[in-house]
């Protein structure tokens, strides 16, 4: 198995590290208090903006991962 270079081993990391953060966020805020639709929406948004970031977190670092492997 190949190794990835440092700054796409970075991100990539990073991405789901913070993709996990983004998710716990969302679960303290539905159990923290009851479910009001304020609530509920910031929580669809969390949940929305995880998945972005799940996405760019592992597609971007494989792109620059190809890129330096060819330079």
Not at 15 to 32: H, M, Y
Not at 35 to 56: D, E
Request: include cysteine; charged fraction near 10%.
């Amino acid at each position: 198995m190949a190794q990835l270079h440092p700054l796409p081993y970075f991100l990539l990391t990073r991405g789901l590290v913070l993709t996990c953060a983004l998710l716990l966020s969302a679960i303290v805020l539905l159990a923290a208090g009851e479910p009001h639709w304020l609530a509920l929406w910031y929580a669809r948004q969390l949940q929305s903006s995880a998945a972005v970031l799940l996405g760019t977190s592992l597609f971007g670092p494989l792109l620059l991962e190809d890129v330096l492997r060819n330079l």
